[in-house]
């Protein structure tokens, strides 16, 4: 499996953000994207996920096979929000990404306990999802990565609200990741702890 950029151009508000983007990334592949507020990062990962219509270039997925044919099938995105409703239970939010993510062709992710345990947040599942702290929020973000198999994550700030144990237990998360063949590319201001990562840096003019 091989994640391609080629010229890739993005925009924000009709204005350019960044433009000529070139990335090839194989299974067990990461890139951290880097570069000041503004820079274009967050636009980056909604172009790759087909949040966003690319304004230039193309962005494909080489050897998906028929369970994830395009970029945007084959992908995970965990952006600043944490995308769960408040007034459902964690288990009750991961049992709805589980269940709307959820593919015959993929193969299963892990259960929603197992996974709230892979975070350390076993025996909360019951609870609100409103109820929790920030980084127990980020955290059950986390966990839904965890739940429906996606080889490629595309990863905005995604240590936004961790504490420092949170932080390293995710980049052993991460690194099971990669291990097993899948691709991350992360924009981040901090060291995400991921070994041989190849480094995109976004500059203003793009």
Known sequence: MRLIAEGLAGERGGESVFSGIDL????GAACVVTGPNGSGKSTLLR???GLLP???GTVRLDG??????TVASASHYLGHQNAMKPALT???NLGFWR???ADAEAKPGLGVEEALEAVELGGIGHLPFGYLSTGQRRRTAIARLLVCH?????LDEPTAGLDKASERRFAGLMGEHLRGGGIIVAATHLPLGLERAVELRMGLAG
Do not use: H
């Open 47 to 49: 172009v790759i996920a």
């Open 54 to 56: 690319a304004a230039g």
């Open 24 to 27: 090839a990334l194989e299974d």
């Open 150 to 154: 996606r080889p490629i994550w595309l």
């Open 90 to 92: 964690v288990a009750e």
């Open 99 to 101: 269940d709307f993510s």
């Open 64 to 69: 998906g096979g028929a369970a994830f044919p």
